[in-house]
Nanobody, 124 residues
Framework: QVQLQESGGGSVQSGGSLRLSCTTS????????MAWFRQAPGKAREGIVS???????DYTDSVKGRFTISQDSAKNTLSLQMNSLKPEDTATYYC??????????????????WGQGTQVTVSS
């Protein structure tokens, strides 16, 4: 059974950094495209980055240059390094997986596996 579990959320001041982790289990790590999403209270879920199987990435403009996705295949862990955080980054962050070579963070309905989320709060 595919399982995803996020960790690393917390509270930080504007300009600070956090590193989120997503521990995965139950499936061949090298067959799934991964992504991070976030959802702020009262707002729609927003995709922020995709990590394709060839290692290439796509970032939404609002986080480009500030966030970095990476993976440690040996540890089955997906990470999201978030720097220069802003109050508008406040949200619950989710990792997600879908079978296939490539995936789109703009199409959250295509992702079949989700973690439970971790809260990130950025104060001004």
């Amino acid at each position: 059974q595919v399982q995803l579990q996020e960790s690393g959320g917390g509270s930080v001041q504007s300009g600070g950094s956090l590193r989120l982790s997503c521990t995965t289990s139950g499936y061949p790590y090298n067959r799934y495209c991964m992504a991070w999403f976030r959802q702020a209270p009262g707002k729609a879920r927003e995709g922020i980055v995709s990590l394709h199987l060839d290692g290439s990435t796509d970032y939404t403009d609002s986080v480009k240059g500030r966030f970095t996705i990476s993976q440690d295949s040996a540890k089955n862990t997906l990470s999201l390094q978030m720097n220069s955080l802003k109050p508008e980054d406040t949200a619950t962050y989710y990792c997600a997986a879908v079978s296939g070579l490539r995936c789109s963070y703009s199409d959250f309905e295509s992702f079949g596996f989700w973690g439970q989320g971790t809260q990130v709060t950025v104060s001004s």
